[in-house]
Each structure stands twice: as structure tokens, then as C-alpha cells.
Nanobody, 125 residues
Framework: VQLQASGGGLVQAGGSLRLSCVVS????????VGWFRQSPGEEREFVAT????????YYADSVKGRFTISGDKDKNTVYLQMNSLKPEDTAVYYC???????????????????WGQGTLVTVSS
């Protein structure tokens, strides 16, 4: 399974970006795909995740109401729409996939088996 993240860039505070994560090698139909982020000197943190069966979505409190995770089954792609961006959203964003994960683990990076390479998001003030 391979994941390819893209869509990062430089944006002013209040702006928007959409990240994409293309998953290849295995269908998303039974998987969970999440986005995590890591700022310099900080630990990796959970951002959002989607469970393909049922389309359930979960968000970190810090992004709830501003970010939306969604997916396109035909394209095997998961998106992260980020609106009202803040300087504190600056980080490298990673997508990750898991095919055997329980609900209590969905915010835990170590529960995900496959990771993309990351895409940098920089929000200027």
C-alpha cells in the first residue's frame, strides 16, 4: 500500500488549502484514512480521519469546524479541505491508512500501518 500526499503550500491566515491523499495498492473500501501533522520541535498530532465504511469522520478539537475530511471511492483518494487557516496550522501534514483499527485507536498514529511522505503547509500571519 502506498500513499501520496499533495496540495500543501504557502497561504495567508484566513485562507484555504485542499490536501489530497491518493492510496494505491489496496482499495479504501475497508480502510480508515487519517491526516496527522507535525510542526518543528513538536510531536505528531492527529488532525482528522475517515472510516470508509459508513463514512464516519472524526476531528481534533483544534480543527473542528474549519477542516473537512472526505473521500472519493472511485479515485481512491481522501481530501482534507482546510479553511480559515491559522499560523498555528503550519506543519508537515501526513496521510496514513489502516485496515484493522478499532474506534478507540483512530486518533493514535501508531495504529496506522501505512504512511505517505508528507506535504508542507505554511500559514503566514
Amino acid at each position: 500500500v502506498q500513499l501520496q500526499a499533495s496540495g500543501g503550500g504557502l497561504v495567508q491566515a484566513g485562507g484555504s488549502l485542499r490536501l489530497s491523499c491518493v492510496v494505491s495498492g489496496r482499495t479504501l473500501s475497508s480502510g480508515t484514512v487519517g491526516w496527522f501533522r507535525q510542526s518543528p520541535g513538536e510531536e505528531r498530532e492527529f488532525v482528522a480521519t475517515i472510516r470508509w465504511r459508513g463514512g464516519y469522520t472524526y476531528y481534533a478539537d483544534s480543527v473542528k469546524g474549519r477542516f473537512t475530511i472526505s473521500g472519493d471511492k472511485d479515485k481512491n483518494t481522501v481530501y482534507l479541505q482546510m479553511n480559515s487557516l491559522k499560523p498555528e496550522d503550519t506543519a508537515v501534514y501526513y496521510c496514513a491508512a489502516a485496515y484493522s483499527i478499532i474506534l478507540s485507536q483512530i486518533r493514535m498514529g501508531q495504529a496506522y500501518d501505512h504512511w505517505g511522505q508528507g506535504t508542507l503547509v505554511t500559514v503566514s500571519s
